[in-house]
C-alpha cells in the first residue's frame, strides 16, 4: 500500500472511480449492453464504498471474511451499514438505500446474463436513484462532494427519449422481466408498509384528466373484456386550439420533506429548538424558491391540501438565520 494513504481513501477512490466510469458508460449516445455494464460498475462503486464504512465506523477485520484474507461480500456489508445506520439513528433511514443496492445486484447477478431490453427503464430508474444515494453518502459519512472537482456536466441532447413510459406500460415482459419488476414493486409497497419515506427509485409523475370525446385526448386506455388487459393509445400534438389538452411540465421536487429538513439540522446542531423562532425563519425560508417548493394536492387550481419541500442548501440557511438572529 502507498505510504499516506489510508484503506479508506483507497476503497473510495476506486469506488468513485467506478462511479463515474458507469455514468459515462450510461451516458454514451450510442453502446449496446449499456445498462449491464453501467449496473456493473454502479454496483461495484457501491461494495467499495460500503467496505470503506465498515472499515471506517464498524471494525477494520469486518470487512475481511473470518480466517480469510478475501473480502466480505457486497451483500454482507450493505447489512452491516443498514443495521449500523439505522441503530446509529434510530430509525430505518437507510433500508431503501439498503433495497435499491440488492436490487441492482440482483440484476448483476442473475437477470444480467439475459439483457432483457424491456428491463431497461427499470434499471434506469434504479440506478438514477443509486448515484443520488451514493452522493448523499459520501457527503454524510465520509465528508466528501463527489461533484466537487469532476466536471460532472450531462448535456441532454438526443434524437429521442431514454424510453416512453406509456410504451412500456403496453409491452407484455417475459416472466424473468416481470419476476424482476413484482420484486422491486414489492419493495416499494413493503418500504411504504414500513413508513420508509424514501424510495429505491427515481419515478415518474403522470397526471390525467377524462375527455368526452377521445380524438380530444392524448392517451386513451380501454378495457379489454375478453382478455382482462388494459389497452393504451398515445398521442402528442401541437397546435394552437385552446380545447386541446395540455402538456403541462412538473419540475423536480426539492429531495427534502419538512421532517427531513428538521432531522437534517438536529444533525448538524442539536442545539437548536423548534419553537416561535424555528418557525418564524421558516416562513422566510418559504418564501425563497430556491429553498422552498410547494406541491399541491390538485395542482390544476393550487389550492387545498399542500406540502412544502426543501433544498439541502435551506438547511444552511436555517443555521445561519438562526445563529445571526435575523428574523
Avoid at 460500503?50 to 471494525?59: C, D, N, R, S
Avoid at 448515484?131 to 429521442?160: Q, S
Avoid at 423548534?274 to 430556491?290: C, L
Wanted: proline share 4%; net charge positive; charged share 30%.
Amino acid at each position: 500500500m502507498p505510504r499516506g494513504k489510508s484503506i479508506t481513501k483507497l476503497l473510495l477512490d476506486s469506488s468513485q472511480a467506478a462511479l463515474f466510469a458507469g455514468i459515462e458508460i450510461h451516458n454514451k449516445p450510442n453502446i449496446p449492453y449499456r445498462y449491464p455494464t453501467a449496473t456493473i460498475l454502479i454496483v461495484n462503486a457501491w461494495e467499495l464504498a460500503l467496505k470503506a464504512y465498515v472499515y471506517k465506523f464498524i471494525g477494520r477485520k469486518r470487512i475481511f471474511e473470518k480466517n480469510s484474507e478475501h473480502t466480505i461480500s457486497l451483500t454482507k456489508a450493505a447489512v452491516l451499514v443498514r443495521d449500523n445506520i439505522n441503530t446509529v439513528k434510530k430509525n430505518k433511514e437507510f433500508q431503501a438505500v439498503f433495497d435499491n443496492i440488492i436490487l441492482l445486484n440482483e440484476f448483476r447477478c442473475s437477470n444480467i446474463h439475459y439483457a432483457d431490453e424491456k428491463l431497461d427503464p427499470i434499471i434506469f430508474m434504479l440506478i438514477s436513484k443509486a448515484v443520488l444515494n451514493y452522493d448523499n453518502f459520501l457527503k454524510e459519512y465520509f465528508n466528501k462532494d463527489i461533484t466537487k472537482n469532476d466536471n460532472l456536466i450531462i448535456l441532454p441532447v438526443g434524437l429521442k427519449l431514454p424510453f416512453d413510459p406509456v410504451e412500456y406500460l403496453k409491452q407484455k415482459g417475459g416472466k424473468g422481466s416481470n419476476k424482476f419488476v413484482n420484486k422491486v414493486l414489492d419493495s416499494i409497497k413493503t418500504l411504504y408498509k414500513e413508513q420508509v419515506h424514501d424510495t429505491i427509485i427515481v419515478g415518474f409523475d403522470l397526471f390525467t384528466a377524462s375527455v368526452k370525446k377521445a380524438e380530444n385526448a392524448d392517451l386513451v386506455a380501454a378495457i379489454d373484456q375478453a382478455n382482462a388487459d388494459v389497452r393504451l393509445i398515445k398521442a402528442v400534438r401541437i397546435t394552437d386550439d385552446e380545447k386541446a389538452p395540455l402538456v403541462r411540465l412538473e419540475p423536480e421536487l426539492l429531495p427534502l420533506s419538512y421532517k427531513e429538513l428538521q432531522q437534517r439540522i438536529k444533525l448538524n446542531r442539536p442545539d437548536i429548538k423548534f419553537n416561535s423562532i424555528f418557525n418564524d425563519i421558516m416562513k422566510e425560508i418559504k418564501k425563497n424558491n430556491t429553498l422552498c417548493q410547494t406541491r399541491y394536492l390538485d395542482p390544476k387550481i393550487k389550492t387545498g391540501t399542500k406540502k412544502y419541500f426543501y433544498s439541502e442548501k435551506a438547511v444552511d440557511e436555517v443555521i445561519r438565520m438562526y445563529d445571526e438572529g435575523s428574523v
